[in-house]
T-cell receptor, first 116, second 119 residues
Framework: DGGITQSPKYLFRKEGQNVTLSCEQN?????MYWYRQDPGQGLRLIYY???????QKGDIAEGYSVSREKKESFPLTVTSAQKNPTAFYLC???????????????FGAGSRLTVL | AQTVTQSQPEMSVQEAETVTLSCTYD???????LFWYKQPPSRQMILVIR??????QNATENRFSVNFQKAAKSFSLKISDSQLGDTAMYFC????????????????FGKGTKLSVIP
């Protein structure tokens, strides 16, 4: 079945360490996204990518980095510069223009990052 | 920039009853999409219903329907015959139309409404 796989589901990090969250999709979607979810804050956009080798900052990109070397993959690195990284992270993807349902985001199951 | 406001942080409803969740948004765009997503305790985000702004007819999906008031920039969700499985966080979200240029791929969310269905 097609879908989005995020790993790991739970991750613990010591302060000062970088950590990378994986996001893989087999939906053949062009666009991919990373959102952060905090209690009472809803979902906030970190980065998004419309095509391979291209990505744009969202509303809260500081302290994060991404890459989009393959259509299927959009890993997110939480760097030591991120002041408050403990949160739930959601990856999503969307079909390109002209495709049926192109305006609908499909989400992964999320990754919970805790900084110790 | 677009903003989405959900004014009800928490709501509850008796099983089999009807409940309406509110959502308002602010935009200068004329063409856009609106969505309701559900996030149950598993935290998996699930699309409930979507509305295209150029369509005057309100969208419906089984027990879920919306009241889309474009002039008032209001997009409420009505859940009929509430079931225990409807217990979840509900997020209203906005996306600019693809013809709107920059930012048209972005989905902007409200802060959510926590709905509890009581047996």
């Amino acid at each position: 079945d097609g879908g989005i796989t995020q790993s790991p589901k739970y991750l613990f990090r010591k302060e000062g360490q970088n950590v990378t969250l994986s996001c893989e999709q087999n939906l053949n979607h062009d666009a991919m996204y990373w959102y952060r979810q905090d209690p009472g804050q809803g979902l906030r956009l970190i980065y998004y990518s419309q095509i391979v080798n291209d990505f744009q900052k969202g509303d809260i990109a500081e302290g994060y980095s991404v890459s989009r070397e393959k259509k299927e993959s959009f890993p997110l690195t939480v760097t030591s510069a991120q002041k408050n990284p403990t949160a739930f992270y959601l990856c999503a993807s969307k079909a390109g223009l002209g495709i049926s349902g192109a305006n609908v985001l499909t989400f992964g199951a999320g990754s919970r990052l805790t900084v110790l | 920039a677009q903003t989405v406001t959900q004014s009800q942080p928490e709501m509850s409803v008796q099983e089999a009853e009807t409940v309406t969740l509110s959502c308002t948004y602010d935009t200068s765009e004329n063409n856009y999409y609106l969505f309701w997503y559900k996030q149950p305790p598993s935290r998996q985000m699930i699309l409930v219903i979507r509305q295209e702004a150029y369509k005057q007819q309100n969208a419906t999906e089984n027990r879920f329907s919306v009241n889309f008031q474009k002039a008032a920039k209001s997009f409420s969700l009505k859940i009929s015959d509430s079931q225990l499985g409807d217990t979840a966080m509900y997020f209203c979200a906005f996306m600019k139309h693809a013809d709107s240029g920059a930012g048209s791929y972005q989905l902007t969310f409200g802060k959510g409404t926590k709905l509890s269905v009581i047996p």
